[in-house]
């Protein structure tokens, strides 16, 4: 079996299961996205006469919500917390810092597949603000340095 035959039977296993839900797209989107880290382009169609959308109505919902992918995640995705109590801590600096040390913006993912960049809206973690989420850990009072060291110990840990 190809990994794009297991991609459109993952797709479709997950449509049958969920397209008699009240408002069945966003689950059918996140069961997709759980089951794969992304939505591929190429399942829009089959959601779409799943639901008996047009493909413009599924393709909408994608891009409206910022969570869904429509690439593969990198290995790792790392959260830049952008609420106000970060911001206010030096979160642009931050931001800029992250983006120029990966050679990416948000919702990208570095040429060497390990790494996803993408924003979040409050990590809950203010008091030791700017934040950042690497996978499951969440880091506070980041400095650009202290970003370059949790990078290169999440790149030697991969």
Known sequence: MTESTS????????ITTLK???G??????????DALGYIPADSVPAIAQGLHLSRAEVHGVISFYHYFRDTPPGKQTI????AESCQAMGGKELEQHVKDQLGIDYH??????QFSLE?????GNCACS????????IYG???PKSFDAIINEKKELA
């Open 7 to 14: 991609i459109q039977e993952t797709v479709q296993s997950v």
């Open 20 to 22: 008699d839900k009240p």
């Open 24 to 33: 069945a797209l966003l689950p059918i989107l996140h069961g997709i996205q």
């Open 79 to 82: 959260h830049i917390c952008r």
């Open 108 to 113: 990208e993912t570095t040429a060497d597949g």
């Open 119 to 123: 924003p979040v809206y409050c990590l």
């Open 130 to 137: 700017p934040a950042i989420q690497v996978g499951e850990d």
């Open 141 to 143: 009072r980041v400095s």
